[in-house]
């Protein structure tokens, strides 16, 4: 029941966040929105404000919003009060192509957001040396339990992770640090060296005793740049996983329930970082240009800017039809490899 529950709030402020870019920015460059529906198939619960039907439906693996004139086969002429003007195709392809990004973009927004939500809940160790460990750099140069780094080389550091950060940053290359010990200043030369794991260290632990909670500036902050340099890290992984210097690591809806599940009985706050971490997949997904998705969108978009006019809607459509049908059976294949994972546990 937990991992359901859990499973039902991360997808459903996903797939929230994602069809709120696309509403918002409909909204803002005045096209008709008929419906915002979370959700596909069968309509649980529904209700109409202004022009727009808002609708909770039952498989909740998705969800859209229904835009005027964006559909070519749909008889929008038909519908009362229907303006021409205020249909999708009639804006420019500017307006459009904002209407398309939004979507993905709000999920990079969700992320930074859950992140920085985390970042003011848990407490992170700050830079207060807890124990100095024998024969490293740090003893041989009389770094001491009970200092507090204040800058490396020039640069504060407020947060451990903010020390091993400016460690790492310079290859194993000499340091200049500053030390806070009983409230005198303090300066160090010290050499970092490279353990077992490619880690720089210089043989010092965190004091556990000593936590803070960012405040929410630095929290936020800290959110949009651990959403930047995650996203980094997964085009990163993408492409050595395409040029085979990594191994294919696919997971459809069956892992990432599972991962819910596990995140949810470690703690509400696990399960938000989770969540931050798969907004992050969401938005970048979209983004990609495969028939169906957000990206390709895009890519017809800039097609209709380059020739100066769109592309033949029935083609258009066509193209997205099988690029779904695609990953549908790409869905499939994952999701069959996810259950004999689970059931073997391989």
Known sequence: MLTFIAA?????ILIFFHELGHFLVAKKVDIKVYEFSLGFGTKVFGFKRGETMYNLRLIPLGGYVRMAGMDPEEEDKANPGFDIKRAYNSKTVSQRSAVIVAGPLMNFVLAAILLAVVFMLIPIPTAHIGGVIEGYPAEQVGLMPGDRVVSINNKAVDTWSDLVTQVNAYSGQQLNIVVDRDGMTKDF??????????MYVIGIMADESKADRLNPLVAIWRGIETTWQV?????????QMFSAQAPVDLGGPVRIVSEIGNAAEDGFLNLLQLAAFLSINVGLFNLFPIPALDGSKLIFLGWEKIAGKPIDPS???FIHMIGFTLLLLLII???YKDIIGLITGT
């Open 231 to 239: 996203t980094v890290l997964i085009i990163t992984y993408l492409i």
């Open 315 to 317: 083609k258009e459509g």
């Open 8 to 12: 039902v709030f991360v997808f459903g």
């Open 189 to 198: 030369v010290i050499t970092p060296l490279l353990n077992e794991d490619g």
């Open 333 to 335: 294949v994952i999701t």
